[in-house]
C-alpha cells in the first residue's frame, strides 16, 4: 500500500515530505449519488491521514472545482486552496 512506497522512496533518497489529495467533494452536498461519493471519499481520507500521521507526512486538500482551472485565475484559485490552507493539525 501507500506506506510501501512511502518506504521505497525514502530507501531511493526521495524525500516525502507532502502528499496532495485534490478533487474532494463538499461535504455539504445533498443527498444521492454525490454524496456518496463525498462519503466514500471521507472514509478514504481517514485511512490516508492515519498513514500521514505513521509515516509523518503532511497532507494538503484540494477540493473539486467544478470548471477546469485553465486561466490566471483557475492557477490562483488552485494555487490558493495549495498553499494558503491552514496548516495540518498535529
Known sequence: GGEGLL???RREGI???RGVVNRLIAT???DGYVA???NGQR???AELDDL???CAVD???VPYFDTELRSV???RAMGSALFDAPPPSS
Open 52 to 54: 500521514a500521521a505513521r
Open 59 to 61: 497532507v494538503t486538500q
Open 7 to 9: 518506504l521505497e522512496l
Open 15 to 17: 524525500a516525502v515530505r
Open 43 to 45: 472514509q478514504c481520507l
Open 73 to 75: 485565475y483557475g492557477l
Open 36 to 38: 456518496r461519493l463525498a
Open 28 to 30: 455539504d452536498v445533498a
